[in-house]
């Protein structure tokens, strides 16, 4: 068999063994060990060993469990409900308003947060019945819900763009900066499309009933349960993108801050304590079996002339630079239907993303289209995680075919997001050019 082939043939099988069930982590390493041991020998499993060392020993990741556990003590000590009640007493006279408000908590979440999972259950337990309750469209619902509670892959503080920075060495202040301007974009397209649908049909999102609304003394007051995470955001994210510290150790403080607000709420107890730790324990465990997997395949890859492949046929590529990206685009989008956006990050954006800079895209740019695109796939039928999050806590008679349709609008809304990056980059990249001073 040619040796050109080899690459190949390791995502055929990788593809195999998660067609068949084989978690994504261990299918990853099973195809390296696999060809590193028959082609070279036992000799060459001490680069898989290397390999794994080098993704391991990086202090910026210690940023992940960090950020997720702020998430989870966050989640659990109701700084969701404090949130979705004051955005709700504010915007529920506005048609669409519960909407609205499902969309903007959803944005504040990812800047709470950054872990996905919450987004889209707390919004699920929270604002998916009131919405309900309130005669709105239950695509329009369902959607809302699923595509406000992504934006946490996108609006820093970002697990995913940690991750990615640690990867390709793109400034994850930079990333988190322009995550801002992505998640801001996308956002607007929400509250448009909402807005818009409610213009045109008045059952398609009612305003509330007169005597539903909050008085203006219950607005301020509700303001209340924004304030200590709004100063916890500004904090973390201000301390980032200033250069006052990294990423790990804004994480660090994240953590502590939540943790504090738990105590100042008198919500906080030691249950919540031990099952973020557990729950935290068991996210960064996936994440850390998934880049050992990732950083054997990708060494092996490497080793047999995969990436060299790539790039010759990218570089010999009919329509040049815009054509590869595009091909690329394609490429992320359609692996977001099947992996989850870590595992993506490990295998593709190593190959793909130093492709895109040679051709003279800027690294940071093509993170962020790439953030984009790994969005998309959490809305991707036919196994988008988001799907699965909000089908686990929908009410009963919401079927999954319902949830996948109720999916795709807010989907074509990311391919637009997308598009428009594309067309006009300085729509994300003027934050961090300012923040860095690029």
């Not at 996905?116 to 709105?136: E, T, W």
């Not at 991750?163 to 060495?169: A, E, N, S």
Request: hydrophobic share 55%.
């Amino acid at each position: 068999m040619s040796s050109d082939l080899y690459p190949l043939l390791m995502f055929v099988l990788l593809f195999v063994l998660l067609a068949v069930g084989v978690p994504i982590a261990f299918s990853l390493a099973a195809v390296s060990i696999v060809f590193a041991y028959f082609l070279w020998g036992w000799g060459a499993l001490n680069l898989l060993v290397s390999a794994t060392w080098g993704s391991m020993n990086n202090f910026v990741i210690v940023a992940v469990p960090l950020f997720i556990y702020m998430a989870y003590i966050l989640q659990k000590t109701n700084v969701v409900a404090d949130l979705y009640d004051t955005i709700f007493k504010w915007s529920g006279g506005l048609r669409g308003g519960l909407a609205i408000a499902t969309v903007i908590v959803g944005a504040i979440l990812g800047a709470v947060s950054g872990v996905v999972a919450a987004g889209v259950i707390g919004l699920g337990l929270i604002g998916l019945p009131q919405m309900l309750k309130h005669g709105y469209n239950k695509k329009l619902a369902l959607g809302c819900v699923l595509g406000g509670g992504t934006l946490g892959q996108l609006i820093p503080p970002s697990t995913n763009m940690v991750l990615y920075g640690c990867v390709t060495g793109v400034s994850i202040g930079g990333l988190f900066a322009g995550g801002l301007c992505a998640g801001g974009l996308l956002a607007v397209l929400y509250i448009g499309y909402v807005l818009i649908g409610a213009l045109f049909n008045k059952d398609f999102a009612p305003a509330l009933p007169l005597e539903e609304r909050a008085s203006w003394g219950e607005k301020f007051r509700s303001l209340w349960g924004v304030a200590l995470p709004a100063l916890l955001i500004a904090i973390v994210l201000g301390s980032i993108l200033n250069g006052v510290a990294t990423p790990t150790e804004a994480a660090a403080f994240g953590a502590a801050g939540a943790i504090l607000i738990g105590l100042l709420n008198r919500r906080l107890t030691w249950d919540i304590v031990w099952s973020s730790c557990y729950e935290t324990l068991s996210i960064t465990a996936m994440v850390g079996w998934t880049m050992i997997g990732a950083s054997a395949f990708g060494s092996v890859f490497s080793g047999l002339g995969g990436n060299s492949i790539i790039a010759d046929m990218a570089m010999s590529m009919p329509g040049g630079a815009t054509m590869v990206f595009f091909v690329s685009a394609a490429f992320i989008f359609f692996l977001g239907m099947f992996l989850e956006p870590g595992a993506i990050i490990f295998l593709a954006v190593p190959i793909l993303a130093p492709i895109l800079s040679q051709l003279g895209y800027d690294p940071l740019w093509v993170g962020l289209v790439f953030n984009v695109l790994l969005q998309c796939g959490y809305l991707s039928p036919p196994f988008g995680f988001s799907l699965f999050y909000l089908k686990g806590c929908a009410p009963n008679d919401v079927d999954i075919m319902e949830i996948y349709r109720a999916a795709l609008p807010f989907l074509a809304l990311q391919v637009v997001s997308v598009v428009l990056i594309f067309l006009f980059p300085n729509l994300v990249l003027w934050l961090p050019r300012l923040a860095m001073g690029r």
